[in-house]
């Protein structure tokens, strides 16, 4: 099987969107620094810089091409590496799934044995695609199992409470909407320069009323901040 399609450059807007949200839910609260942080499905390691700027990092990944990558091009942003949750024996006061859930048949029991995983005040940020009603030929091509609403992404999180929730690119949702009735999902390679630079503008517009504390809860993806149930 050939591996899920992913864009190399770190400059491109989703991925900028998605770190500006990382690094808001990180920060918002109080979280100390020196986190012990497991990131689970890093990819072409988008997010690895800034984690490493919270604490020391630990991946796992399952897809050996990725896992290569990442050896040659970024080892020095990760220190220990996994292919599957059996063989950690740490505990993590950080964990963090981007874009991960949805590859994911049995979800929920995931969701349980990450919950091991934690340490006893630690985190976990999940952020997923939303609404399955935006379903595509894109979703199938990156191999996801569903698209999420509250209800789902709630209930794969049972375990858990959820601390705080957020919807991302939910200024551009009423156009990816437009592009699923006319079948039109442009590839990442369509985005040139000057419409990369449109949407990550866009992006920063949602940046900025989080700042000021407008935050609406739905949008091209949903995130969560949860922490262990007491």
Not at 6 to 34: C, D, F, V
Not at 109 to 138: C, N, R, T
Not at 188 to 213: A, M, P, V, W
Request: aromatic content about 12%; glycine content about 4%; some cysteine.
């Amino acid at each position: 099987m050939e591996p899920i399609p992913l864009e190399k450059n770190l400059n491109w807007w989703w991925y900028k969107a998605k770190r500006n949200l990382l690094k808001h839910i990180i920060e918002h609260g109080k979280t100390k620094s020196n986190l012990k942080i497991l990131e689970i499905g890093p990819g072409l390691g988008n997010n690895l810089e800034t984690l490493n700027n919270y604490g020391s990092v630990d991946i796992l990944e399952l897809e050996p091409t990725f896992l290569s990558y990442l050896i040659e091009h970024k080892s020095d942003l990760f220190n220990n590496t996994y292919n599957n949750l059996e063989e950690i024996n740490s505990s993590y006061d950080l964990i963090v799934l981007l874009d991960v859930l949805e590859h994911i048949e049995e979800s929920k029991l995931f969701m349980k044995k990450i919950e091991s995983l934690m340490k006893d005040q630690g985190l976990v940020i999940v952020g997923v695609p939303a609404y399955q009603s935006l379903w595509s030929a894109h979703d199938e091509k990156l191999l996801h199992f569903r698209r999420y609403n509250w209800k789902k992404l709630k209930d794969d999180c049972s375990n858990f409470h959820i601390v705080e929730r957020y919807g991302l690119n939910y200024l551009l949702l009423p156009i990816r909407y437009i592009q699923i009735k006319f079948n039109r999902i442009p590839s990442i390679n369509e985005n040139g320069r000057f419409l990369n630079n449109i949407l990550y503008l866009i992006s920063l517009i949602e940046t900025i009323f989080r700042k000021i504390k407008i935050n609406p809860k739905f949008g091209i993806s949903l995130y969560v901040k949860l922490h262990k149930k007491k």
